[in-house]
C-alpha cells in the first residue's frame, strides 16, 4: 500500500447537520473533533508506507480511530463498525454519511506499520501537544507518554474477542453435531456468556475486570476440551474443526497447572502463534530444504537497497501458502514469524532459493557441450514471465508455418485441434480449426487449416499454457 496524502477533510453539512440533531449537547467523538481538530496530518506518516503500490487509508484518520478506540474501549471489528455506522465517529474523521469505512484487520495493519517503522508514539505525542497548547496540562504534571500502553489495552482488547468467538464457535458446531451431549456437558452461565456474538457487547473497563472475564473464558474452553477428550466421549467430536481450532488456540492463550488457569503475557506467548508455520520450518530445517526467493525483477530492487531486511528475499506469500496462509506479508503474524530463531537460521544455512525447476534437468550447453541445468531456479513470477514467452513463441510459429493471419489466429479456441488422420501414403495430417476472417461478414466463417505436425504440437502446447477458466482462446492469455 502506497501513501497518497490528502488535506485534513472538512466535515460535509449534511453529516454536521444530523450529528448536531442526534446529538444535542455533543458527545466524546465530536468534542476531540472541535476541540483538538484533526491529531495528525497524513505526511507525517511517509516514511511507513512505499512509493507504490495502491491507495493506502488515510493514516491520519486513522490514528484518529485508534485514539477513539482506546477511550471507548473497543476492539477492532468494533471500531470498524463505529466507523461504518456511528454518527459521532463519522463526524470526528469528517466522512460522508454513507460512506462505508474499512475492513477492521486494516487497524492491526496499521498499527504493526507504526512500530516497524518506529512510529509508535506519534500518535501520543500529537495528542499531548495538541492539548498542551489548549491549556488541558499543567506545566510540570506528569503525565504518562508511554504509547505501547495504549497498543497494550488494544491488544488485549482483540485477543478477549478471538478467545471468546473461537469458544462459541466450538460451541455453535457441538450443537449441531451432538446437543444430546452438549446438553449435558454445559453450563447455566454458558448460555449468557456465549449466546450472542463476543463483538456485540463491551468488555468491562479495568485491567482486573478484564483479566477475570479472560480467565473465566479460559476455564471455560479448558472444560468443553476435557469433556471432548475424555474417554467415555465420542471420538468424532475431536475431528470438528472448531474444535481442533479451541485446542489450538487455548495452547497459544492460555497456560494451566497446579495453580490453576493463566492469561499468557508477553514473552509467555508462543513466538509466531503460528504452531503449524513452525512445524513448516522445522521440516524444512532437517531436509535442509531452501526458502522460497522472490523473482529475478524483485532481487535486483533489493540489491539496490542500503540497508536490505535479512529476509528481503523470502517470498512470504509462497511460504505461508503452504500452511494455507494467503498473505503472510501482510497478517499481523508475520513479523512474528520473522523473529522465529529456526527462520533465521535457515536463511543463513540454506538461503534463499526459487521454488520452481529447483532440480532441473542437464542439458549440454550449446556452446562449449558442457552439462548444465537448463534453467536456474524460478519463483512464481519468473514461471509466469516464462511461460508468457513460450505461449507467444507457439503463437508466432502456427503464424509462421500455416499461413494464418493474425486476426484467424486470434480464433483458435482450446480443444480445436482434432486426431491426426492418417494418408494413404502412411503419413499424418493435421488439422486445426478458426474462422476466416477476411473478406467475410462481421465476426468470420469456419474453416480448417491442414498444417504439419510441428503446428499441431505447438497449438498443444499453447493450450496447456492457457488458464482454461479465464479464456477459450488459445491466444488470449497473451
Known sequence: MSLRPVPVPCIPEATVRVARAAFR?????????????SLCEDELFASAFPRRGGPAWSPGQLAMVSVLQFAEGLTDRQAADAVRGRIDVKYALGLELEDPGFDFSVLSEFR???????????????????????????????????????????????????????????????????PAWLRQVAVPEWFERYGKRIDSFRFPKGADARQ??????????FTLLQAVYAQDALVWLREIEAVQVLRTAWVQQYHRDEEGVRWREGKDLPPGRLPAMQ????????????????????????????DP?????????????????????????????????VLRELAQDVGFVGAWARHAAVIPRADTGKPVPWTEPLADEDVEVMAGYVLTACLVLTCALSGMRTSELAEIEVGCRSRARTTPGGGAQFRLPSRVIKWKPFGGVPDEWVVIEEVDRAVGLAERLVDRAAARRCSAAS
Do not use: Y
Not at 25 to 37: F, H, N, P, S, V
Open 25 to 37: 449537547k455533543g458527545c466524546l467523538a465530536m468534542r476531540i473533533r472541535d476541540e483538538l481538530g
Open 112 to 178: 504493526d506499520r507504526l512500530i516497524a517503522h518506529g512510529l509508535e508514539e506519534l500518535v501520543l505525542n500529537r495528542l499531548l501537544e495538541r492539548v498542551g497548547e489548549l491549556g488541558l496540562l499543567r506545566a510540570g504534571g506528569r503525565q504518562r507518554t508511554d504509547s505501547t500502553h495504549v497498543l497494550a489495552v488494544v491488544r488485549t482488547l482483540n485477543r478477549m474477542e478471538f478467545v471468546g468467538e473461537t469458544l462459541r464457535a466450538a460451541l455453535e458446531a457441538l450443537a449441531v453435531a451432538a
Open 212 to 221: 477475570r472475564w479472560a480467565l473465566a473464558v479460559g476455564r471455560d474452553g
Open 279 to 306: 512445524n513448516l520450518l522445522m521440516e524444512m530445517q532437517a531436509a535442509k530444504e531452501p526458502l522460497p526467493a522472490i523473482c529475478a525483477q524483485k532481487m535486483v530492487a533489493v540489491a539496490g537497497q542500503t
Open 309 to 341: 531486511s535479512p529476509f528481503a528475499h523470502l517470498a512470504a506469500n509462497r511460504l505461508g501458502r503452504r500452511i494455507g496462509v494467503m498473505e503472510l506479508s501482510r497478517s499481523w503474524a508475520f513479523r512474528h514469524v520473522k523473529a522465529d530463531p
